[in-house]
């Protein structure tokens, strides 16, 4: 099993960023997927959800109206479209599948929101 992120980067407030996360050892199309983020010596944190089918979603409070996710069942692939950046974004952004706790985590792709 195997997490890849990708799409971070350094942007300005207000700026945009869609990240990627390209997942592989497993059935994709049948688990749910989230987005997760942390900071250096805070908890990681849970930013957003999807249905395995890509119906279902859910966000925490503070990225509601700025984030998106989104999934392709055909390319494995789930992403986080990311509008209204904030500094309190920036994080190391990842990806992992729900329900299954024990799968290794990707290296994650940084954020970095800052004038």
């Known amino acids: 099993v195997q997490f890849v992120e990708s799409g971070g980067g350094l942007v300005q407030p207000g700026g945009s960023l869609r990240l990627s996360c390209a997942a592989s050892g497993f059935t994709f199309s049948s688990f749910p997927m989230n987005w997760y983020r942390q900071v250096p010596g805070k908890e990681r944190e849970l930013v957003a959800g999807?249905?395995?089918?890509?119906?279902?979603?859910n966000y925490r409070d503070s990225v509601k109206g700025r984030f998106t996710i989104s999934r392709d069942n055909a390319k494995n692939t789930v992403y986080l479209q990311m509008n209204s950046l904030k500094p309190e974004d920036t994080s190391v952004y990842y990806c992992?599948?729900?329900?299954?706790?024990?799968?290794?985590w990707g290296q994650g792709t940084q954020v970095t929101v800052s004038s």
């Open positions: 999807i249905g395995s089918i890509g119906v279902r979603t």
């Open positions: 992992h599948a729900f329900g299954r706790p024990n799968d290794p």
